[in-house]
């Protein structure tokens, strides 16, 4: 009896969600790694191609994908060495390689902007992808399904027993190697193991002992196959409706048709008709109700429900159903998510770089200063910013928040896309090139403020 009570005490001040009250469906026990959750064999192929099937096909989350990448993936390079000439060489060479894919990607497809495109939009759906670094200074995008350890390489049985879904590890869990696999139709053939330090594995990682990403929209495809579904079900409810588009009911019995008596032949593709009914008879137009206000509803309830997996506001995706104030808002908010996936982003995109600029020191093409080593190097990859929706109200609150001293003109211009050294360099510029044509300057003041109007001694024309 009183160890009954003790039970029931234990049970009272206990936590309820480790208690099975009946009410609902007992979880699941599972402490398990999350790569041993999704089986590399069989349940992570099965979610890597339903992601693709699903971008492939439904607008929706092809929408969602794209709307993702472009915004995360709106970077530009900038050297910060402090050093404009050297700044400047920097650029050069990075232009020259990253804007010309002969120079930076090993088939010659893609620019390094369009391959850390391509990088993020299949981390987004298949969870990861890696780029490998080669000796000629070129990259290859390695997608993240041929990392497998599916197809090992035959004379060595020891690295099935040390690698797990395509990656090697040591006992602190640090990837050691990489274990790539070549397409052969439908299957995967063994191709090569590469070091870690070679390739640079980006992905989406919500566990530290994880060791390959999984994508975010996991737990969204089957709200999007839901949506892309009753959308196709919806439709053909509509186009049967107007391809029955009549109805009619007699009294008596008997076939209708041109043979016999008392019988319809209506064609609607001629126009509009009048029907002569004989008495007793009526004819009713098969209207659709599809697709109904309460189905509106609740596929944008579903389809906002799904963009939650990226962060991405419904306001984007349902046009007009918000106003100002909440559009800036939200973007304000979904910044904040653009920016971390973009620091995750921009640490692979450095260790290109920093792998880049050694190999062209040690080509010569690049010559630091004196004492100098790579680890002076510093530069920025820029992101794009949220663009001023009422442009006279927010420069007029910009400029109030730098006469308060609360921000800075750079942070200003970094916060809408912008870079002020550029900025001040081009006005710096400009003011040389007026002065030599003898332009007269132009009159700065409060936005809103009327400006006095130069008199016309201090006017000066050109000849």
Known sequence: ??????????????????????????????????????????????????GRDLVRNSCAANWACRTHTAHVCNLTFHSRTGQPDLDKRIEELYHWWADRPQNCDVACRHSLPEIYHLLEERAVVDGDCGLLKLADGRIQAVE????????????????????????????????????????????????????????LLHG?????????GITPLAPALNTFADAYE???????KMKQSALFGLSIFREGSGDLGEDTDGGYNIDLS?????????????MEWLESKSPSSEFAAFYKTVISLALKSLYIPACFFNDGDSNYSEQRSKMQMWQVWVESRRNVLRQTLNNLVA???????????????????????????????????NPVD?????????????????????????????????????????????????????????????SPDRVMYLD
């Open 204 to 212: 989406y990682f919500t566990r530290f002992d994880q060791l390959r």
């Open 230 to 236: 009753a959308t196709n079900f919806t439709l053909a």
């Open 355 to 389: 792998w880049r600029l050694g190999l062209f020191v040690q080509d010569k093409a690049l010559v630091l200063p004196k004492g100098w080593t790579l680890d002076h190097l510093k530069w920025e990859f820029v992101g794009a910013g949220l663009p001023w929706l």
């Open 394 to 454: 927010e420069v007029k609150a910009a400029t109030a928040a730098i006469a308060a001293g609360i921000t800075s003109p750079q942070r200003v211009c970094k916060q809408i896309g912008e870079d002020a050294g550029e900025i001040l360099a081009e006005i710096a510029q400009w003011n040389i090139d007026r002065q030599a044509l003898g332009v007269p300057a132009p009159v700065y003041g409060v936005l809103g403020t009327p400006q006095p109007i130069p």
């Open 1 to 50: 009896m009183l160890e009954k009570l003790k039970h029931g005490v234990g049970r009272l001040l206990g936590y309820d969600a480790v208690e099975d009250v009946g009410k609902r469906k007992q979880r699941r026990i599972s402490v398990k790694s999350e790569d041993r959750e999704l089986d590399p064999n069989s349940y992570r192929r099965q979610l890597v191609s339903s």
């Open 144 to 199: 993240g399904d041929r990392i497998s350890d599916a197809a090992i390489a035959p004379t060595d049985a020891q690295r099935s027993k040390t690698f797990y879904n395509g990656v090697q590890v040591d006992d602190a869990g640090r990837p050691i190697a990489y274990n790539i696999c070549k397409r052969q139709f439908d299957s995967l053939a063994f191709e090569r193991a590469v070091p870690a330090w070679q390739l």
């Open 270 to 282: 001629k126009g509009p008709f009048v029907a002569d009914m004989e008495p007793g008879d009526r």
